[in-house]
């Protein structure tokens, strides 16, 4: 439930109580003329004494005898139009809002049609929010009947506003802004294109507000402080809302929500000691709750505050607690909100299943649903693949609609690579999510399009949210890391561990990815290093142990014994649901063995796709029966044949098996639909050395450096084979250049070293000679 949806406005209230004219022209209407416009002159003839009487006496300013008449010949009249009509603006008049409503709705029900009293519903539906939908059918009736009506128009997408149904909400001030707007008009346009989302827009419209003399007030001041917030400045907006609390002078609503906003623009402004000393008259405040637990979640989530975490969760939930009947809006926001809480995720999924449950039909929510039970262990990764293709296929037309799943798919890591089509389809058709960007990114690097998730990530750092986002700066390390750049991907890793993070996510990612670049530039001993700043960062996160074990056993830092030790650990101390990718990391780098083979099976029901696991099932699976191993890699492939990563799955199956015409076919495939695939051009250039042709092996090995010149794996291939084809002097001048390069970058190789030691030893050994290091 939004800040706009939830608020009475209280001043409104108070300005009519005190007996100031209503609302807009019906006000200098009422006060010249005892009849309204919509009563003629001959009915005016024929409508009683008394009911002429309350008009004269409210043009008089004498409310209270007027209603004590309107009453009067309410109770004598009761079919008599002008006697409910005049009761209505009667009770508006003195602050009766429950009564005026109600009286208004009496009018209705005779006249569907009436001017007057489908503008006052309008109007009225803003001061609470189980009004805002009957509000919204009244100035629709009042649109249908005059669609050039720009000041129903404005009021009716305030409504929409408050709803947050923005979609609704601008395309109806899109038409009101045409018709030279009041300044009514901007100030709502102003607010509803801030809360969608769009800031600068908003910020645009707040402008041309003020240059119409108005000053930027109240609640509308809190939308201009976020506008200014959300588009670079805080500072700004934190003089504007700090402006607005030295005039509050009790806790009312609209100080609690000036105080909620002036802790984000603190936030934002880097004060975060002010962001929590500002909130502190609400605690323990009733009214107050849910703008308490928003900020302090704020604040827990980008300044990366865990402490805050058990406050946040008690306050959401003593949110719902105090509403009796709450809006799906309200407990969506507490799930979103639990779902990201150890302590609260049971209780969200809960949530998420009532929400489907009322809300069949908004597929988002099943996206919510479906990954909060894969993280808990609930479903296995396939049940989410499956299920997930199942709710999103086809995706539904409306924009709204569209939006809201686009929101929840940025919210988890993308499910598989057979998804990257929806993502793209999402933001074709324009969704507001700037981050589904980032999610696309991920998924064409796990497709190997390297230049697509450049691409993507670029449109993602082009938005305001994106600017000031660094997770873009961990996929661009990990794309350099895959061109084979593997300097400049450790540089941009150590770039951000040395900015002193306050993210603690960032910073762990930044840490396991410059070990890993370490490892891949066979420095295996400096980042087992790493790892471990890693692991004492985070003492009590056992996948991290699982990981670590992965590295140093890669790096042959410890035997295959010690490795199944913490894996045997595992195993037995955490519950079977749980399969974290670090397990499968582990068990995949493990030699294949028979006895694990329960293990693989099992793994695989959590993820199908997962290729190293894989390979060890169909490797054991050969010992056995070769031609079964060969038929399951067929079948795999077979599941998804238009899919590219079917077809590596089968090259390194049926390379696993030493299968080598098999796994030409597949890397053949791969480049008949990708000539410029580095990673198959290396992988079938690896093939044909094994085969021995050399020729097409060089041919190969030669396309992917083109395309990677700084790839050092694929150049040290180059090296061996330049030696396996006798051209000695070839590969020795290869190796010493790669060594100088290395050198200029600030990196060295121990693989380097022994290559080329290896072949300075094949020339003295040609040459009859015993090299030193081997006569002791």
Known sequence: MSQLSSRVDKHRLKSLSGGMAIWLGVAGLLVSVPIMTSISVVQAQTVPATVQQAFTLLRQGRVQDAIALFEQARRQYPQLLEAKLGLAIAYRRQGLIPQAWQAYQDVLAQDPNNDLALRAVGLLGSYRPEWQLTGIEALTTLLNLNPNDAEARGLRGQLYSYQQRFAEALADYQIALQANPTPEVLVGAAEAYTNSGNPQQGLELFNRYQATGKAITDYSAIAYARALRETGNPAEAVQVLEAQLRT??????????????????????????????????????????????????????????????????????????????????????????????????????????????????????????????????????????????????????????????????????????????????LLASGVNVPFLNFRTAQLLIEGNDLIGARTALAAYAATNEGARDLAPQLLAAEIERREGNLEASAQRYQGLIASNLADSDILNAALQGLSGVRLQQNRPVEALAIFDQLVARNPQDLTLQLARTTLAYEAKLIDESQAEAVLNYWLQTQPSTVAPPELFALVGTLPADARREPLYNALLQFDPNNIPVQVRTIQVLAKRSPEQARARVAQLVARDPYNIGSYFLQGQLAQSINDLEFASLAYEAILAAQPSNVEALSALGGIRFQQRRFDDATNLYSQAIALRPNDLTVRQSLISLSRAKDLQLEALTAVEQLQLEQIERGASSSDLSRQRQQIQEDFLRRRGFQPPWERF
């Open 248 to 425: 509050s002078k009790t806790l009312d609503d609209l100080a609690i929500q000036t105080r909620a906003a002036l802790s984000l623009s603190y936030l934002a402004n880097q004060q975060v000691t002010q962001a929590l000393v500002v909130l502190e008259p609400l605690q323990g405040n009733p009214e107050a709750v849910l703008p308490l637990a928003r900020s302090l979640n704020e604040i827990r989530t980008q300044s990366n505050n865990p402490t805050l975490a058990s406050q946040v969760g008690t306050l959401y939930l003593q949110a719902l607690e105090q509403t009796p009947n709450p809006e799906p809006r309200l407990l969506r926001e507490v799930a979103d909100v639990l779902s990201g809480l150890p302590q609260g995720q049971q209780t969200a999924l809960q949530l998420y299943r009532q929400l489907t449950a009322l809300q069949p039909d908004d597929r988002s929510l099943v996206v919510k649903q479906l990954a909060l039970e894969s993280e808990l262990g609930l479903i296995s990764q396939a049940d989410l693949r499956i299920r997930l293709a199942s709710a999103l296929q086809p995706l539904p037309t409306d924009p709204i609609q569209q939006n809201a799943i686009a929101q929840a798919l940025a919210g988890i890591d993308p499910p598989g690579a057979e998804f990257l089509p929806i993502y793209q389809s």
